[in-house]
């Protein structure tokens, strides 16, 4: 009777448990997330390299310094009101669904990016052409908000666990392209028009490229079909209504926006924080290179701005080529090893990289910037797969964008206003790679908190795989081990039972 009543409580997974990816589908949705964070990054490649132009052509009373700065403080602006699309967007996205919330993220971003291409200079309007600026930024930034936390959750939800690593990767992968789209055309833009062409007109080339990229990005997006875990966690849920009443003021309560809310920040902090602390770790080493390191090698250190735009650019290329082979790596090793080897060697390696790029000429400053982009592919590689298996299916989208963007609000976006304000104040051109070295600190001991991921189900999901026959191959292991287990306590109630041995 007793170990009757063990078995039962020692529940083994069925076929039903387990999910079968299907391959076309894994990839649409692999495909439609990234070509997102492509549009997104492509902005952003465009602002960083268009930096001190914007600042002639929307701060031209400043001195360049404080035109620079004024383009980077547009440019945290936008950071500040993610955390509000993340608190609005993220709820939606776990209440409607994934897929409707991306394809909206892809419609507003898409369209703010593309009408800066058309706003009047502070030469035809004056003050109002760069508050136009900022109203496109903070549209931009809000939409932002629940773009990457969604895209992640949605590559997650529907990747096997065991390749979770690998095509989560290939979210950052759009990033990294897309960023080098943006400042590749701006290089070539630059090489062409020269600086007098950019500043009268050719900076609106690159933003006007937006508009086509959205509605490519968009029809894939409204081709997607729901995840597998938010229709099983959609089906539970209508089943709990069913049998506990539609009207159970309890439940509307925890399924309500604020109810959800505070599930996330009351029994779901620890989660926060460490979450919060990786994406500081990766998004202050991220804006850091692809943001500030362009402006910081022509404007600070004097190089020529072709030749700072290439070396960035090549580091982007060199993440490109890496990017997936550490997410299948992160797949093999775990993702704590991998967080932790980039923690402990940006805090090592981050003053050597910036002396190297302020000796001038190419080659150490490509050596410089390259063990920047090693050090960034760490993070990179590995942050999508790491950062949804934080939080359970119901509240995933929610949670994780409400942390991940109030760490980029405060840390991550204000990397290059932060930087070039130091660096301006200070005198001291080795301030970003201190600034690097603390991020370095936080990501250390935030990783040391993060529970391993890599190969197991997401929480509140059941397990996913690739085929039929390791499905089948689970649900055996799971009898076994199930077995074994109420074995092995029967064993125990039995010995106890019987008293110790005289």
């Not at 629940?146 to 290939?170: C, N, Q, V």
Request: with cysteine; glycine share 12%; aromatic share 10%.
């Amino acid at each position: 009777m007793v170990r009757t009543l063990i078995r039962r409580r020692k529940k083994s997974f069925h076929e039903g448990d387990v999910t079968v990816t299907d391959p076309p589908k894994v990839r649409r949705a692999v495909t439609a997330a990234a070509l997102g964070n492509t549009m997104e990054w492509f902005d952003f490649g465009v602002y960083a390299y268009l930096a001190g132009t914007l600042g002639k052509v929307f701060f031209p009373a400043s001195s360049p310094g404080a035109q620079v700065v004024s383009t980077f403080a547009t440019f945290a602006a936008a950071f500040l009101v993610r955390p509000l699309g993340g608190l609005v967007f993220g709820p939606l996205g776990d209440r409607v669904g994934r897929q409707k919330v991306l394809a909206l993220t892809m419609i507003m971003m898409a369209a703010s990016t593309f009408a800066v291409g058309f706003l009047p200079t502070y030469a035809a309007v004056g003050f109002a052409a760069p508050l136009l600026l900022l109203v496109c930024r903070l549209v931009q930034g809000f939409s932002t908000g629940g773009e990457y936390a969604g895209a992640t959750t949605y590559i997650a939800e529907y990747a096997p666990d065991k390749r979770r690593g690998f095509l989560g990767s290939w979210l950052d992968f759009g990033t990294f392209v897309g960023y080098s789209l943006g400042s590749g055309l701006v290089t070539v833009l630059t090489a062409v028009l020269g600086t007098d062409g950019m500043t009268d007109w050719g900076w609106r080339i690159p933003f006007f490229v937006a508009g086509p990229m959205g509605i490519i990005g968009l029809y894939m997006r409204l081709k997607l079909e729901e995840t597998p875990a938010f229709q099983q966690e959609e089906a539970y849920q209508a089943a709990e209504a069913r049998s506990g009443g539609e009207d159970d003021p309890v439940e509307e309560a925890r399924q309500s926006g604020k109810g959800r809310l505070k599930e996330i920040f009351t029994k779901h902090w620890e989660a926060v924080l460490i979450c919060m602390g990786l994406v500081l770790l990766y998004n202050v080493t991220n804006y850091m290179v692809t943001s500030y390191l362009p402006t910081y090698m022509s404007s600070t250190l004097g190089e020529p701005e072709t030749t700072s735009q290439l070396l960035v650019l090549g580091t982007m290329l060199l993440v490109v080529l890496l990017i997936t082979t550490v997410g299948r790596t992160s797949d093999r090793w775990g993702r704590r090893p991998v967080f932790m080897a980039g923690s402990l060697a940006l805090i090592a390696l981050s003053a050597p990289a910036f002396l190297l790029i302020r000796q001038g000429g190419i080659l150490l400053p490509a050596l410089g910037c390259g063990v920047l982009g090693l050090l960034l592919v760490c993070f990179a590689g590995t942050a999508a797969s790491t950062l949804p298996a934080l939080f359970p299916t119901r509240l995933r989208y929610g949670a994780l964008s409400i942390a991940f963007n109030i760490s980029v609000s405060l840390f991550g976006g204000t990397t290059p206003l932060f930087a070039s304000g130091l660096v301006e104040a200070t005198g001291n051109e080795m301030v970003p790679a201190y600034y690097l070295m603390v991020a370095g600190v936080i990501g250390l001991v935030s990783t040391f908190f993060l529970h391993e991921t890599a190969g197991r189900p997401l929480r509140g999901s059941g397990p996913m795989v690739e085929t039929p026959e390791q499905a089948r191959e689970l649900v055996a292991r799971s009898r076994t081990a199930a077995g074994r287990q109420a074995r092995d306590v029967w064993l125990r109630v039995r010995n106890l039972w019987r008293g110790p041995p005289r």
